[in-house]
Nanobody, 125 residues
Framework: QVQLVESGGGLVQAGGSLRLSCAAS????????MGWFRQAPGKEREFVAG????????NYADSVKGRFTISRDNAKNTVYLQMDSLKPEDTAIYYC??????????????????WGQGTQVTVSS
């Protein structure tokens, strides 16, 4: 398993941008499929974006397509989520997630075997 630590959350106005980072420890990061999920108050945790081991395959939730970009730097053991044109409905705790299969993007919670502790993103209107 990899250990994951998110950073980069905060308060931003609607239309603004944030970049989240997820630092991983362990030698297995470069062979893991990685993803971002989010959970708003009173709602279930939902998939946001994911990337396969080499960064060449990605997947996004329809609600963030065209606004969010996921990337990874295996040399730095880090995965990023660039969030642009933020909306109040993007407000949530954002979690980094890992799947040990390098070709699987964890799009559902039952495909995740490692979670970060989460970072709060708040978008004001």
């Amino acid at each position: 398993q990899v250990q994951l630590v998110e950073s980069g959350g905060g308060l931003v106005q609607a239309g603004g941008s944030l970049r989240l980072s997820c630092a991983a420890s362990g030698r297995t990061f470069s062979s893991a499929g990685m993803g971002w999920f989010r959970q708003a108050p009173g709602k279930e945790r939902e998939f946001v974006a994911g990337v396969i081991w080499n960064g060449r395959g990605t997947n996004y939730a329809d609600s963030v397509k065209g606004r969010f970009t996921i990337s990874r730097d295996n040399a730095k053991n880090t995965v990023y989520l660039q969030m642009d044109s933020l909306k109040p409905e993007d407000t949530a705790i954002y979690y980094c997630a890992a799947n040990p299969n390098p070709w699987i993007i964890p799009t559902e919670a039952n495909k995740v075997n490692s979670w970060g502790q989460g970072t709060q993103v708040t978008v004001s209107s």
